[in-house]
């Protein structure tokens, strides 16, 4: 499967990663060796095998349905880049 | 001191021999001597270490030491330390003051050791020569024209130039082992679970798995002893017994079945490393071990298996740096798309982008069949590989790296040249076993060689009993690079 | 031409759990802004989610109720997009393996016939925070709080045909969902929240037509307007030979009209794939019979209880059974009064209902209890009261002056059944009505109420009914 300059542009644009023009000629033949890279799996025949999610096989843990956590607004917001009146701003969001 | 294995060191401070704040101002000694040559270190608060060290004195006076009271222990930056920055060797977060503490870190402070300082790193541990890092180039002790390996090394070039006694690491691909073998000390990995991420910056959460990197395969099980632990705030964390790990150190090992895998030992790997390591099995068969040849088939898709699956996982766990709530926010925009984008294209770095892109192709409609899912099958067929060979062996051997340590630069253009120097490390972090790599020697370059040793799940007991036993034998572990 | 009309509803019911989904942050409704957002609803790095028990055990019984499979191993996945209210970057939901599987259905009443809804699935996820797009510099604040709380969306076939069905529908799952005790329904504070996808085709073809997601109804006012818009609109376009674009729009009770939301249409690639963070649900059969014991009289089968052993018609055990709250009410009341479960339906529904919408209370706190309402009724059975007086009483009882059989007393309600005092009344009224007389003799039987009337206003009401009409007959007869 082979990368073309659109397909980066789009992924891109999906991982909010603002990539400028000079740059998409970098990006896609690095994504392409990698995915040269990875394209060995293609050889291998997988039918009937259970994808591996997870190192162990184990269930999730059921916690217990307690509020535990105090009001940390005022620590959590110090590093916050842009807050007013206790919210985080953003540029306009437009619905 | 610079060279006194933790034991020691623990037995003269509560003989009284040494001070925890004496201890500590020589490291942070050598540390403002050595580390402008080596830049090992992204944050030094001596302030912060020095209260803790006074406060480790304060406990070992009143009786209530531990083994790693009072013992100063360098910490990998992407373990949370409240109050302390927390950058993960990332722009990103140039300005994240942790407002709380990982398990590890808690852990470590339980147990009144010292935070000594934040380790440089590749950037959101997505590398192998520590040459991501927003805070510059780590440089390897052993040559300053040589990289440290990583993504764990600036923990790494600590402990091997003697900057700290101990530190911590975190392995997803090889971060600790590889660092660890290029550098020329000892570092384990244990089982995936053993060690709570909580706190710990994820990169690929199925993958991710803290462990401690230090002189010898003795101080690692005391700091594995402090470091594992069941924690009910990570869900993928074990629930299991407390034990020692370092019960087993003594044992001797007649018996031992090494298995060693056919493709660890074939084309790729270069002569000098090969010599090292077969000298050490060589010194394991005089400590009465046998080898026997084994196989793990489905070792080649390892690699490809990992550059799936791993930057699968990241695009997805690093999209909460946004710029919204904490760390970089690029300081013009035009609307909000653009606020994520220039956030995200200045506080990333060119591996990170290129690593989270792929995740995000490979996730994305219409390839996730042939990539992810694909990848998650055959992520099984390797695991099986391990199981079976376990059949055969008690532990598993080969090189940790197939080279010793590269050359700054000289793979920092060609990612994928890069990503096979974890070729033999990768397996291990896909089944979830434990892992480790223990100092045999030098190669061609002077450059140190590493042995992993591989162990079934939950042995890292005995995995540091093995290595700790050839230790005793040998000492690799105990050269110090000279000409610093 | 004649065009069908197709809906499925898409319900997002917070769980009323103390704490969040995936971290011990509390869930309450109204708190400052970020007060109650933990280092996990913030998504601080390096923090891990840790699921939430009950909202496992809401989601079963929810599956149980209306008799879906439960899948015995559920797998959370992570839902990826960039959106400010949401902190990771990616929403944890369920989406290849739901906790509650295929098979579930809802009953409704469209008209006079039953319908049977079919639900697809539903499955658990965390809510998202909110932005408030109050002027902040020309900004968007965001509200974490509600970031985390659990829900569960529960998704229909499109079964339905029409925005009463629709209504119909959700107010019976809203019902639902408030009678087995996982979600509070306030839909003002977003609680119990519906969108709708709507289709038309026309009628007699098979293939569905091209749908929009409408949201933003948070009233089931406001879903049967912006169904009906959104119908009239689709069938607009058609038949001005344009075509349906499959988008989701929202709708404006201010404008009474739908809108295409373009700012979330663009690229919906959402990369689903399983939480690393989060191994698979597992519902054993311990967690199961846990559920199923905890489980109330679900409200079909009380409907159906209602009809059988009180005799009630399917209408009147289909309102009593709209709330828990109501139907114990009426239990109450019948079990009181012993008897005339029909009579005690009426009254509910009728006067009952009637003030405590008027008034605005709630079943709950009724100023007048099941136990008093029944007194009441034992008043009209025995006799002692007619209906009407009844009606007195009961608005003297809920402005607080007593029980029925004080205030009868006090008043002097009681009914005169005293043959000789209706006959004396009505041959007075007979005496001095000759002309009446003489039509209700001559065949205009109407007139019969005429007298009715004047005998009960003679006797202040409290003459018995039937006692008056017997009596009434046989003197006009003459």
């Known amino acids: ?95 | ?484 | 031409m004649q065009w069908e009309i197709v809906i499925g509803l898409e319900t997002h019911a917070q769980l009323n759990t103390l704490s969040k989904i995936f971290s011990g942050a509390p869930t309450a409704y109204g708190a400052e802004p970020n007060t109650q957002a933990c280092a996990v609803d913030i998504a601080l790095p390096g923090v891990l989610p840790v699921f939430n028990r009950v909202a496992a055990e809401k989601a079963v019984k929810f599956g149980l109720a209306i008799g879906a499979r439960i899948n015995r191993r559920s797998v959370f996945e992570r839902k990826n997009y960039f959106y400010p209210d949401l902190p990771k970057g990616y929403q944890t939901t369920q989406l290849a393996l739901p906790i509650v599987a295929e098979g579930g259905t809802l009953q409704i009443q469209v008209g006079d016939r039953e319908k049977t809804v079919r639900i697809t699935r539903a499955h658990l996820e965390e809510d998202a925070g909110k932005s408030l797009h109050e002027d902040f510099h020309g900004m968007t604040g965001i509200d974490l709080n509600r970031a985390g709380t659990p829900l569960i969306e529960i998704v229909t076939e499109p079964d339905l045909r029409s925005s009463a069905e629709a209504v119909s529908y959700a107010k019976k799952l809203h019902s639902l969902v408030r009678w087995i005790g996982i979600c509070d329904g306030n839909m003002q504070e977003g609680s119990f929240r519906c969108d709708a996808n709507v289709s038309v085709r026309p009628m007699g073809v098979e293939t569905l037509g091209t749908r929009c997601e409408i949201k933003n109804l948070n009233s089931f006012k406001f879903m049967e307007k912006a169904i009906d818009f959104e119908v009239r609109r689709q069938i607009e376009v058609l038949e001005d030979g344009g075509r349906i674009v499959q988008e989701t729009r929202l709708y404006d009770p201010d404008r009474d009209e739908t809108r295409s939301m373009r700012s979330k249409e663009e690229a919906n690639d959402y990369r689903y794939f399983p939480d690393p963070d989060l191994l698979p649900l597992v519902v054993g059969e311990v967690f199961l019979d846990q559920a199923r014991a905890t489980m109330p009289e679900l409200p079909q089968a009380m409907r159906e209880r209602f009809v059988s052993d009180y005799g009630l018609p399917a209408y009147d055990a289909d309102i009593l059974t709209a709330s828990r709250e109501l139907a114990a009410y009426f239990e109450d009341a019948t079990a009181t009064l012993g008897e005339e479960a029909k009579l005690c339906a009426n009254w509910i529904m009728g006067d009952l209902s009637a003030q405590l919408n008027k008034e605005g209370f709630e079943i709950t706190n009724s100023p007048i209890a099941a136990g008093q309402l029944a007194g009441l009724l034992k008043r009209i059975v025995d006799g002692t009261i007619s209906g009407k007086i009844a009606k007195e009483v009961f608005a003297a009882m809920w402005a607080g002056e007593g029980d029925a059989d004080a205030i009868i007393a006090a008043k002097g309600l009681k009914q005169v059944s005293d043959s000789g005092a209706i006959e004396k009344i009505v041959d007075e009224i007979i005496a001095v009505n000759p002309a009446q007389v003489a039509e209700y003799r001559s065949g205009k039987e109407k007139v019969f109420g005429f007298f009715v009337g004047l005998a009960m206003k003679a006797s202040k009401g409290k003459a018995n009914p039937a006692q008056l009409n017997e009596i009434l007959k046989k003197r006009l007869a003459g």
């Open chain 2, 1 to 484: 001191m610079i060279n006194t294995s933790l034991k020691e060191l623990s037995a003269q401070l509560a003989l009284k021999k040494i001070s925890s704040v004496e201890l500590t101002q020589t490291f942070l000694g050598r540390i403002r001597e050595l580390n402008p040559k080596l830049n090992a270190f992204i944050t030094i608060d001596e302030n912060k270490s020095l209260a803790q060290a006074q406060a480790a004195d304060g406990l070992i006076a009143s009786g209530q030491a531990g083994p790693l009271t009072g013992i100063p222990v360098a910490q990998k930056d992407i373990y949370c330390a409240k109050g302390w920055l927390t950058t993960c060797g990332s722009k990103m977060l140039h300005n994240f003051v942790s407002p709380y503490d990982a398990h590890v870190i808690e852990q470590f402070n339980r147990a009144g050791a010292v935070n000594l300082g934040k380790t440089n790193m590749d950037e959101f541990a997505m590398g192998s020569s520590n040459e991501t890092s927003y805070y510059g180039k780590v440089k390897n002790p052993w040559d300053l024209d040589a990289v440290p390996g990583g993504s764990s090394g600036g923990s790494a070039a600590a402990v091997a130039a003697r900057l700290a006694p101990a530190a911590t690491g975190t392995d997803t691909g090889g971060s600790i082992r590889q660092p660890a073998a290029l550098t020329g000390i000892t570092g384990i990995k244990p089982t995936y679970g053993v060690v709570s991420r909580y706190g710990m910056i994820a990169f690929a959460s199925s993958l991710d798995q803290g462990g401690p990197m230090a002189k010898s395969a003795a101080d690692c099980a005391l700091l594995l002893n402090v470091m594992a632990g069941f924690d009910l705030r990570d869900s993928t964390s074990l629930e299991r017994d407390k034990e020692d790990y370092g019960r087993d150190l003594e044992q001797p090992l007649k018996g031992l079945r090494i298995g060693l895998p056919r493709e660890y030992f074939a084309a790729g790997l270069s002569a000098d490393v090969a010599q090292a390591i077969e000298a050490a099995l060589a010194e394991y068969r005089k400590l009465g071990a046998q080898t026997v040849e084994i196989s793990l088939p489905n070792s080649k898709l390892a690699v490809p298996v990992y550059y799936v699956l791993a930057p699968a996982e990241a695009s997805s766990n690093l999209a909460r740096f946004d710029g919204v709530r904490y760390g970089y926010r690029a300081p013009e925009y035009t609307d909000l798309t653009d606020m994520y984008g220039k956030s995200r294209a200045q506080g990333f770095g060119a591996e990170v982008k290129r690593r989270i892109m792929i995740g995000t192709y490979v996730l994305s409609a219409g390839y996730y069949d042939a990539y992810y899912l694909k990848a998650q099958k055959l992520r099984r067929l390797i695991a099986q590989d391990f199981t079976d060979a376990f059949a055969r062996c008690d532990v598993i051997m080969g090189p940790t790296a197939p080279t010793t340590a590269f050359n700054l630069g000289e793979k920092s253009d060609d990612p994928v040249s890069m990503y096979l120097s974890d070729i033999y490390t990768i397996a291990v972090n896909l089944a979830g076993l434990p892992g480790m790599s223990v100092p045999v020697g030098f190669g061609a370059n002077g450059r140190p060689v590493g042995l992993q040793i591989i162990g079934n799940y939950f042995s890292e007991a005995k995995m540091l009993n093995v290595a700790h036993q050839y230790q005793k034998a040998t000492d690799w572990h105990t050269r110090i690079p000279q000409g610093l």
């Open chain 1, 1 to 95: 499967m082979s990368l073309n300059l659109a397909d980066v542009k789009r992924i891109a644009h999906l991982a909010r990663i603002a990539v400028i023009d000079a740059e998409m000629p970098g990006y896609l033949q690095q994504l392409s060796n990698i995915l040269s890279l990875v394209e060995e799996m293609q050889a291998v025949d997988t039918t009937g095998i259970e994808p591996m999610a997870h190192a162990q096989d184990l269930v999730l843990r059921l916690r217990d349905d307690v509020a535990t956590e105090p009001d940390l607004r005022a620590k959590f917001q110090a590093i916050a880049p842009q807050v007013e009146s206790g919210l985080y701003l953003v540029p306009k969001v437009i619905e």
